[in-house]
């Protein structure tokens, strides 16, 4: 069994201006940096770019940051992780536009089932209905991104949610809220927009 | 929790499946990379920061003024409006009997 990673004392190194140390701690962190990268990345910035620019945040204020018992390193890092990835989002000031005509035949099925146009859960693939939804998340705002995709797909708790992003807990439930809410007019929207009323 | 958001964490939920797979290696050079770019970028300064909120600052001000700029118009037009006529009126247009 490998030996525990010591982050405090990797920290204490890095501040010393220990390179080696430094590159431990990238590797250490890299899968956790670059798993929250992958699942808040706006779609026109390139994974790399935005695991690099949240690592050289981490290294900048590193020397600001202070242990808290209890509170892992970690927790830090996601943090900064996330409130680059949000600020990523944000500069993404256009929103894609789809139709249905664009959709695959297993991501109409998806979105029929979300609108109850079809009772029983589609029987696609994971890809599938990983695609759809990267397609509805893309029309929403960033924060509502970003608290859907930490909520419901990587189902995380509110708690964990607030330590993350800094908003209190009721305020994590009711941006979840409005986000679903904003999710169904966008998926009727779209529904509406290409099967009109007679 | 409504039939939408019960169907919306079903597809969520397969969709989240996708997230465990498995990641890939860190990249050849990706830790230099990191290491050299935050030696030559400065860290955000007090200026930037204070710059950003600046900003911000203006924006709301702004949007005060003119809150408050149509806040006091309608007070004002309010006013003229509720001016009382009857004392112009018992004065100026209707003839007094002479004793």
């Not at chain 1, 991501?107 to 079809?118: M, S, V």
């Not at chain 1, 995709?149 to 009711?174: C, P």
Request: with cysteine; net charge positive; charged share 30%.
């Amino acid at each position: 069994m490998p030996d525990a990673f010591d982050v405090q004392a990797c920290i204490g190194r890095v501040r010393a201006g220990d390179e080696a140390a430094s590159r431990a701690l990238i590797e250490h962190l890299h899968p956790l940096v670059r798993r929250m990268v992958r699942n808040h990345l706006p779609r026109r910035e390139s994974e790399e770019d935005l695991i690099q620019e949240a690592f050289i945040k981490v290294f900048q204020k590193l020397e600001g940051y202070q242990s808290r018992d209890g509170i892992p390193f970690e927790h830090w890092v996601s943090r900064l992780t996330v409130r680059t990835c949000l600020d990523a989002l944000r500069a993404e000031r256009v929103r894609p536009e789809w139709r249905m005509a664009d959709l695959r035949e297993s991501e109409t099925k998806w979105l029929d089932f979300l609108l109850h146009r079809q009772a029983v859960e589609p029987q696609a693939s994971t890809t599938d209905a990983q695609a759809i939804v990267t397609r509805l998340l893309a029309l929403l705002s960033a924060p509502d991104r970003l608290v859907l995709t930490l909520l419901d797909l990587e189902q995380r708790s509110t708690l964990e949610i607030s330590e993350i992003t800094g908003w209190t807990r009721a305020m994590v439930k009711m941006r979840a809220m409005r986000a679903r809410f904003k999710l169904r007019q966008i998926a009727r929207r779209v529904m509406k927009n290409d099967f009109p009323n007679p | 929790m409504n039939d939408f958001d019960q169907r919306w964490q079903v597809l969520a939920r397969k969709a989240g499946r996708m997230l465990d797979e498995k990641l890939p290696d860190l990249p050849l050079g990706f830790a230099t990379r990191v290491l050299a770019h935050s030696r030559e970028a400065p860290a955000e300064s007090w200026e930037d920061l204070l710059g950003a909120l600046s900003l911000r600052a203006v924006l709301v001000t702004t949007c005060l003024c003119l809150v408050s700029a149509g806040f006091a118009f309608s007070q004002w037009y309010e006013f003229r409006m509720e001016r009382p006529t009857l004392e112009r009126s018992m004065t100026s247009e209707l003839p007094l009997p002479w004793p």
